[in-house]
């Protein structure tokens, strides 16, 4: 029997990200993914370590549940971390390895997380030709950069020891000195947090303080309409602007990122945000040697206040910024959320519920990791969305500075960050000597004190801002925001942050009686959506039970000409008339093509399918003059001639395309993930299918993994739809596995085999009271409905109907 996860406080930190996760748009928004170029990895060794790490730190075993006003931290026993592969032994020919393996890692790093189920954290083993890359991607949630340096550590030695003792290797003699838990740093930083005194120390720093940010400069018009993306950068800071930072540390007695971050604050004064403003620094948070160890999410993000002016000394502001981290050293420890939420209204409006710019120092993480004893060279972040205006993280390699700066597209344009990375050099190469005043220090960046002004979406047209039954919902908004809001109105837009959307919410219910779905609410948060969510569910019959769905009969691909052949085709498992477009499209232009889509209506057997069909044919003007199927659909075709001889009616020719034997499904096709997985990747294009894949053991994350996998390769693929197109292909093995036939068959067909064998062949012809015609195609299964194969199926239907008929 399984154990119950223990329920445990979030940190402050974890709230905020679950509320964040539950109202943005980009579900990937903080995603964290390491993306590692290895060499030769055994891929058993691989999942078997990572099965070791996940074991060992309860992070990445940690879901998250909404209790009442509260996010609670659930802790599994256990968690199924199968690592999932991808591999092509040779690159698809028009695509470049490199190209190729951006495109994959950018695609498996989107792939959202669902907050409420474990792990958190996946690792994909990914190899083109030659070229091998490892990709771990957590949800920042439950792990930071310094927690990823620790868990890719342990992922070493964990490879190491499963490669060296075998794979029943214990996590106890791997690592025998037990790990340090994470459970007890939410609590106590949720305790923490709310210390008056800690809490009024930021209060004091940030009175009258104003966020620093760049000028935005794209127009609405510009902008990617409803979503917000984001793009990368990685720069090399030059030798000159290096050494001058080590010698600014030097006289001012700092670390280099105080000097760093000195330059950040002076290109955006010198560019306009003048007075007294705030940037956004990512802190590890990590004070102590047994937090330095712990695998879990502990960073934090402080707003560090201060005014340059043009007299100061650059050395004035790197010497403030110095004594501004080591105050606030006591207290960064409060989450970013409890500081805002204690801020007065018009602090928070000056200072936003986000930092635009946001600063961190990695140091060193990321640089010197191995795995199965060869190097693991961290490559730049796949990540294509934006957590802010700009984010300007530091790393600090052997003999480099790198910054890796991720921006919003929806307001920077790439010339305007690199722009501000030229202005950064330049701040730092001209105050490597003293004695220079800030005025001196000439930049291109545009700033602004002060966020900047938000994109409101226009109403759609004919909708009123208020009215009618929406006037008392407007009414909580204004009590809670104190402020009047508008229908279309965006509730973070409008000045609102978490604690908020909580008391709206519990005032809404309270007045409406009903629930109201937060986690909905949150990916669109304006009135117009809470009223819909609050709103009776439509589409109920009048007694209260669901509404009836009916299907629309066959459909028609090709009308053809009056009197020419008819045509009438099955689907295959999990799919409808998508594998037959080529087909259809090769045969004569006076053929009538129709095809039995499943309409959903829940038909779990072969024999009810085919009879729901068959109906469906029967109340046409005439049967058709060939029926027939690919893979399971020629399996119903078969099944519904039995029905028309039980009927004693006669039974139009059967063209049955490779169709599976009643009752010998094999081990194979009984793998519904991987099956379905290969079908759709070949329907696709079988040029770019991978010729290693595996999924994990998880179906609802191996759907996503292959909506990734679409995504890389050929283009959109939407979760959702693969996620019902999958659930449809399952209902449909399952009734294949449980069909043992209809009985003989006294129609002429004709057996178009590619992966039957010899004795699939036999066995068919025995369901038929004479010899059906047969010929095999040199193929597989997938490729028999594309290219020269489905025109050739063309050529052999127009030719051989005459004759079947007969």
């Given at each position: 029997?399984?154990?119950?996860?223990?329920?445990?406080?979030?940190?402050?930190?974890?709230?905020?990200?679950?509320?964040?996760?539950?109202?943005?748009?980009?579900?990937?928004?903080?995603?964290?993914?390491?993306?590692?170029r290895?060499?030769?990895?055994?891929?058993?060794?691989?999942?078997?370590?990572?099965?070791?790490?996940?074991?060992?730190?309860?992070?990445?075993?940690?879901?998250?549940?909404?209790?009442?006003?509260?996010?609670?931290?659930?802790?599994?026993?256990?968690?199924?971390?199968?690592?999932?592969?991808?591999g092509?032994?040779?690159?698809?020919?028009d695509?470049a390895?490199?190209?190729?393996?951006d495109?994959?890692?950018?695609?498996?790093h989107?792939?959202?997380?669902?907050?409420?189920?474990?792990?958190?954290?996946?690792?994909?083993?990914?190899?083109?030709?030659?070229?091998?890359?490892?990709?771990?991607?957590?949800?920042h949630?439950?792990l930071?950069?310094?927690?990823?340096?620790?868990?890719?550590?342990?992922?070493?030695?964990?490879?190491?020891?499963?490669?060296?003792?075998?794979?029943?290797?214990?996590?106890?003699?791997?690592?025998?000195?037990?790990?340090?838990?994470?459970?007890?740093?939410?609590?106590?930083?949720?305790?923490?947090?709310?210390?008056a005194?800690?809490?009024?120390?930021?209060?004091?720093?940030?009175?009258?303080?104003?966020?620093?940010?760049?000028?935005?400069?794209?127009?609405?018009?510009?902008?990617?309409?409803?979503?917000?993306?984001?793009?990368?950068?990685?720069?090399?800071?030059?030798?000159?602007?290096?050494?001058?930072v080590?010698?600014?540390a030097?006289?001012?007695?700092?670390?280099?990122?105080?000097?760093?971050?000195?330059?950040?604050?002076?290109?955006?004064?010198?560019?306009?945000?003048?007075?007294?403003?705030?940037?956004?620094?990512?802190?590890?948070?990590?004070?102590?040697?047994?937090?330095?160890?712990?695998?879990?999410?502990?960073?934090?993000?402080?707003?560090?206040?201060?005014?340059?002016?043009?007299?100061?000394?650059?050395?004035?502001?790197?010497?403030?910024?110095?004594?501004?981290?080591?105050?606030?050293?006591?207290?960064?420890?409060?989450?970013?959320?409890?500081?805002?939420?204690?801020?007065?209204?018009?602090?928070?409006?000056?200072?936003?519920?986000?930092?635009?710019?946001?600063?961190?120092?990695?140091?060193?993480?990321?640089?010197?990791?191995?795995?199965?004893?060869?190097?693991?060279?961290?490559?730049?972040?796949?990540?294509?969305?934006?957590?802010?205006?700009?984010?300007?993280?530091?790393?600090?390699?052997?003999?480099?500075?790198?910054?890796?700066?991720?921006?919003?597209?929806?307001?920077?344009?790439?010339?305007?960050?690199?722009?501000?990375?030229?202005?950064l050099?330049?701040?730092?190469?001209?105050?490597?000597?003293?004695?220079g005043?800030?005025?001196?220090?000439?930049?291109?960046?545009?700033?602004?004190?002060?966020?900047?002004?938000?994109?409101?979406?226009?109403?759609?047209?004919?909708?009123?801002?208020?009215?009618?039954?929406?006037?008392?919902?407007?009414?909580?908004?204004?009590?809670?925001?104190?402020?009047?809001?508008?229908?279309?109105?965006?509730?973070?837009?409008?000045?609102?942050?978490?604690?908020?959307?909580?008391?709206?919410?519990?005032?809404?219910?309270?007045?409406t009686?009903?629930?109201?779905?937060?986690?909905?609410?949150?990916?669109e948060?304006?009135?117009?959506?809470?009223?819909?969510?609050?709103?009776?569910?439509?589409?109920?019959?009048p007694?209260?039970?669901?509404?009836?769905?009916?299907?629309?009969?066959?459909?028609?691909?090709?009308?053809?000409?009056?009197?020419?052949p008819?045509?009438?085709?099955?689907?295959?498992?999990?799919?409808?008339?998508?594998?037959?477009?080529?087909?259809?499209?090769?045969?004569?232009?006076?053929?009538?093509?129709?095809?039995?889509?499943?309409?959903?209506?829940?038909?779990?057997?072969?024999?009810?399918?085919?009879?729901?069909?068959?109906?469906?044919?029967?109340?046409?003007?005439?049967?058709?003059?060939?029926?027939?199927?690919?893979?399971?659909?020629?399996?119903?075709?078969?099944?519904?001639?039995?029905?028309?001889?039980?009927?004693?009616l006669?039974c139009?020719?059967?063209?049955?395309?490779?169709?599976?034997?009643?009752?010998?499904?094999?081990?194979?096709?009984?793998?519904?993930?991987?099956?379905?997985?290969?079908?759709?990747?070949?329907?696709?294009?079988?040029?770019?299918?991978?010729?290693?894949?595996?999924?994990?053991?998880?179906?609802?994350?191996?759907?996503?993994?292959?909506?990734?996998?679409?995504?890389?390769?050929?283009?959109?693929?939407?979760?959702?739809?693969?996620?019902?197109?999958?659930?449809?292909?399952?209902?449909?093995?399952?009734?294949?596995?449980?069909?043992?036939?209809?009985?003989?068959?006294?129609?002429?067909?004709?057996?178009?085999?590619?992966?039957?064998?010899?004795?699939?062949?036999?066995?068919?012809?025995?369901?038929?009271?004479?010899?059906?015609?047969?010929?095999?195609?040199?193929?597989?299964?997938?490729?028999?409905?594309?290219?020269?194969?489905?025109?050739?199926?063309?050529?052999?239907?127009?030719?051989?109907?005459?004759?079947?008929?007969?």
């Open positions: 029997m399984t154990s119950a996860p223990v329920e445990l406080p979030s940190s402050p930190a974890q709230e905020a990200l679950w509320w964040i996760q539950h109202r943005a748009e980009r579900k990937d928004l903080y995603n964290l993914t390491w993306r590692l290895v060499t030769r990895l055994d891929p058993a060794v691989l999942a078997a370590a990572w099965q070791l790490v996940v074991d060992r730190h309860e992070a990445l075993r940690t879901s998250f549940a909404r209790r009442g006003d509260t996010v609670t931290q659930l802790v599994h026993p256990a968690a199924d971390a199968a690592p999932q592969e991808v092509w032994s040779e690159p698809p020919a695509r390895p490199g190209a190729l393996l495109d994959v890692a950018a695609r498996f989107a792939t959202p997380f669902e907050l409420e189920s474990v792990p958190l954290a996946r690792l994909v083993h990914v190899t083109v030709g030659d070229v091998e890359e490892v990709l771990i991607t957590v949800h949630a439950v930071d950069g310094w927690a990823m340096q620790l868990v890719v550590d342990d992922l070493r030695v964990a490879y190491e020891a499963v490669r060296d003792r075998g794979p029943r290797v214990t996590g106890t003699e791997v690592f025998p000195e037990p790990a340090v838990p994470y459970r007890e740093f939410g609590s106590r930083e949720r305790i923490d947090a709310k210390a005194g800690d809490r009024a120390f930021w209060s004091g720093r940030l009175r009258g303080a104003r966020a620093a940010a760049l000028v935005p400069d794209r127009s609405g018009s510009e902008r990617p309409p409803a979503r917000s993306s984001g793009a990368g950068l990685r720069h090399r800071l030059s030798d000159d602007a290096r050494a001058a080590a010698q600014i030097q006289r001012a007695g700092c670390t280099a990122f105080a000097v760093q971050l000195a330059a950040v604050r002076t290109v955006l004064a010198r560019g306009g945000a003048v007075g007294r403003t705030a940037l956004g620094v990512v802190v590890a948070n990590r004070l102590t040697p047994e937090d330095q160890r712990r695998v879990g999410y502990c960073a934090n993000a402080v707003l560090l206040a201060d005014e340059v002016s043009d007299d100061d000394g650059f050395d004035d502001v790197v010497v403030r910024t110095r004594d501004g981290l080591w105050e606030s050293l006591p207290y960064q420890h409060v989450g970013f959320s409890e500081v805002f939420a204690g801020l007065p209204a018009e602090d928070r409006a000056a200072l936003g519920s986000t930092p635009p710019v946001l600063v961190t120092h990695h140091g060193s993480i990321g640089s010197g990791l191995s795995l199965g004893g060869g190097p693991a060279r961290l490559l730049p972040s796949p990540s294509t969305s934006a957590r802010c205006q700009l984010l300007v993280g530091i790393f600090e390699e052997a003999e480099h500075t790198v910054l890796e700066l991720e921006y919003d597209t929806d307001q920077l344009r790439e010339s305007t960050v690199r722009t501000f990375l030229r202005d050099q330049h701040v730092l190469t001209a105050s490597a000597t003293p004695g005043t800030v005025r001196g220090l000439s930049v291109a960046s545009r700033a602004v004190a002060g966020v900047p002004a938000p994109r409101r979406a226009a109403p759609a047209a004919g909708r009123a801002s208020s009215a009618g039954p929406d006037t008392g919902l407007l009414a909580h908004w204004r009590r809670v925001l104190g402020t009047a809001v508008g229908m279309d109105d965006d509730f973070f837009e409008a000045g609102g942050y978490s604690l908020q959307a909580l008391e709206l919410v519990a005032l809404v219910e309270a007045d009686g009903r629930e109201l779905d937060v986690a909905e609410w949150l990916d948060p304006t009135p117009r959506r809470m009223a819909q969510l609050l709103a009776p569910p439509a589409g109920r019959a007694d209260g039970g669901p509404a009836a769905v009916r299907g629309d009969g066959p459909v028609t691909l090709r009308g053809g000409a009056p009197g020419g008819h045509l009438h085709l099955v689907h295959g498992a999990g799919v409808g008339r998508v594998p037959y477009r080529e087909l259809v499209d090769a045969l004569p232009a006076d053929w009538r093509v129709t095809v039995s889509e499943d309409d959903g209506t829940g038909a779990t057997t072969v024999e009810d399918m085919a009879e729901q069909y068959l109906e469906s044919l029967l109340g046409g003007e005439r049967l058709p003059d060939l029926l027939g199927g690919w893979s399971m659909g020629g399996l119903l075709a078969h099944a519904m001639a039995a029905g028309l001889r039980r009927r004693g006669a139009p020719p059967l063209l049955l395309l490779d169709p599976p034997v009643p009752g010998r499904l094999s081990d194979e096709d009984r793998d519904d993930l991987h099956a379905f997985a290969r079908g759709a990747l070949h329907a696709a294009d079988p040029a770019v299918r991978p010729d290693r894949l595996r999924l994990g053991r998880r179906a609802d994350r191996g759907i996503d993994t292959l909506a990734a996998l679409l995504r890389a390769t050929v283009g959109e693929a939407p979760s959702q739809a693969l996620h019902a197109r999958y659930g449809l292909h399952t209902r449909h093995v399952a009734a294949m596995a449980r069909y043992r036939g209809a009985g003989v068959v006294d129609a002429p067909a004709l057996l178009v085999a590619a992966e039957l064998t010899d004795d699939d062949v036999a066995r068919w012809r025995r369901l038929f009271t004479g010899e059906p015609s047969t010929v095999r195609l040199p193929t597989d299964h997938y490729a028999l409905l594309r290219g020269e194969h489905a025109r050739r199926l063309a050529r052999l239907a127009a030719t051989l109907l005459p004759a079947l008929a007969r």
